[in-house]
């Protein structure tokens, strides 16, 4: 079983819907999480982080249940520039080692 | 914000050669660099972690005297692929962790990434 998984899409949507991706992770042990935008031949970008408590950063809202060991990523009113691959990531440990283990990310196309 | 570079960019290089590719905190310090490489459509997938001034540690199924990573000082880690050949062709990336202090915790900041092909 992968340690981070996500629905690969692709998922297309017109501008201005609101699109969800899910992510589960397999390591209960796992200390931080987080959700990073991949562009096309691009580094990723970390968009945000991820909560126990919910956390919101305009359009985009990520949530986090431990007890499920499910991640998620709202995006409100979709624009074109929103289209990437978002990654979903988890940190293993607790501070220290910091290695980030990724999912394959899901594919967003916004379209007019 | 925090920059990272990596040199080359893109790489194409004859099957067997080594390639040495650079990554490169601009304006912070990093005793921790980590080493990604990403194959078409996959995760990214970690390679190493690479500690200044001591011995990389390597992934397990990443073979260490194929992909040499080099520390020698806080702000430059290398990787080279020796003898490289086609299967070696991938996207390669960078990320630093800058010291405590000089960033939010637990931030990794990522290069831009070295395209490698070999043909």
């Known amino acids: 079983r992968k340690e981070v998984e996500q629905d690969p899409g692709p998922f297309n949507v017109p501008e201005g819907a609101t699109v969800a991706f899910n992510c589960t992770y397999s390591?209960?042990?796992?200390?931080?999480f987080f959700w990073y935008r991949q562009d096309c031949r691009k580094e990723p970008k970390l968009l945000m982080s991820?909560?126990?408590s919910g956390n919101e950063d305009g359009r985009f809202t990520a949530q986090l249940n431990r007890a499920s060991q499910y991640i998620s990523l709202l995006i409100r009113d979709s624009k074109l520039s929103d289209s990437a691959t978002y990654l979903c990531?988890?940190?293993?440990?607790?501070?220290?080692?910091?290695?980030?283990?990724f999912g394959a990310g899901t594919r967003l196309a916004v379209h007019p | 914000g925090a920059v990272v570079s990596q040199h080359p960019s893109r790489v194409i290089c004859k099957s067997g050669t080594s390639v040495k590719i650079e990554c490169r905190s601009l304006?912070?310090?990093?005793?921790?660099m980590f080493w990604y490489r990403q194959f078409p459509k996959k995760s990214l997938m970690l390679m190493a972690t690479?500690?200044?001034?001591?011995?990389?540690?390597?992934e397990q199924g990443v073979e260490k005297d194929k992909f040499l990573i080099n520390h020698a000082s806080l702000t430059l880690s290398t990787l080279t692929v020796t003898s490289a050949h086609p299967e070696d062709s991938s996207f390669y990336i960078c990320?630093?962790?800058?010291?405590?202090?000089?960033?939010?915790?637990?931030?990794?900041?990522f290069g831009p990434g070295t395209r490698l092909l070999v043909l």
């Open positions: 990531v988890v940190t293993p440990l607790p501070g220290g080692y910091n290695k980030l283990i």
């Open positions: 390591n209960s042990a796992s200390q931080s």
């Open positions: 991820v909560y126990s």
């Open positions: 304006d912070f310090q990093a005793t921790t």
């Open positions: 690479s500690n200044e001034g001591s011995k990389a540690t390597y």
């Open positions: 990320s630093s962790l800058p010291l405590a202090g000089e960033g939010p915790r637990e931030t990794q900041y």
